[in-house]
């Protein structure tokens, strides 16, 4: 779709809700519409609430942070990478530390220019705004403690991942 018509169609939808949308109350305790015209970061989206209104639109662009390679947006699910920057670099201002020790760890994203590729993915980013650690497709490889091991092509889907629990990965608070 052009890019003009998606933006026209964008705000045709923010205006019909904003005008005849109801407001439903959230988990958070914020109030919002069925969807809303969402800014994070300078890009604009539609933000629609799920069937269980656990987040508001504010809220979940609160969470919302930028990679600390690239500078684009990581939104709340959306797959992550755990990198350490080589030694003597600048680490962004907008960068997310995960961990401190015993080497720095910076959240990044698993787009094309960021990430070296699927495998690299460790985590989701998740409400409120925290990693949610998953074991990434090398770690699984090199534990082999599974004797049918399965990768799946879909690294964005959360449930097809094996958690790894705050207590083994300790990050930093």
């Given at each position: 779709m052009k890019d003009w018509l998606r933006r026209l169609w964008m705000n045709l939808q923010h205006i019909f809700y904003f005008i005849f949308g109801?407001?439903?109350?959230?988990?958070?305790?914020?109030?919002?519409?069925?969807?809303?015209?969402?800014?994070?970061?300078?890009?604009?989206?539609?933000?629609?609430?799920?069937?269980?209104?656990?987040?508001?639109?504010?809220?979940?662009?609160?969470?919302?942070?930028?990679?600390?390679?690239?500078?684009?947006?990581?939104?709340?699910?959306?797959?992550?990478?755990?990198?350490?920057?080589?030694?003597?670099?600048?680490?962004?201002?907008?960068?997310?530390?995960?961990?401190?020790?015993?080497?720095?760890?910076?959240?990044?994203?698993?787009?094309?220019?960021?990430?070296?590729g699927g495998i690299d993915r460790t985590g989701f980013w998740v409400m409120p705004g925290k990693v949610k650690r998953v074991a990434s497709p090398m770690e699984i490889l090199l534990g082999g403690e599974h004797d049918n091991i399965l990768i799946v092509n879909d690294l964005h889907d959360q449930n097809e991942a094996i958690p790894i629990p705050d207590e083994i990965v300790k990050p930093d608070e």
């Open positions: 109801r407001n439903h109350k959230c988990q958070c305790g914020h109030k919002a519409k069925w969807k809303t015209k969402l800014t994070v970061n300078g890009e604009c989206g539609v933000y629609t609430l799920k069937k269980s209104k656990e987040n508001c639109p504010t809220c979940w662009a609160n969470a919302a942070i930028k990679c600390a390679w690239c500078g684009g947006n990581i939104c709340c699910g959306e797959p992550i990478t755990l990198y350490t920057p080589k030694e003597n670099s600048e680490i962004p201002s907008h960068a997310v530390v995960y961990k401190q020790t015993p080497h720095i760890q910076l959240v990044g994203c698993l787009r094309w220019d960021c990430a070296e």
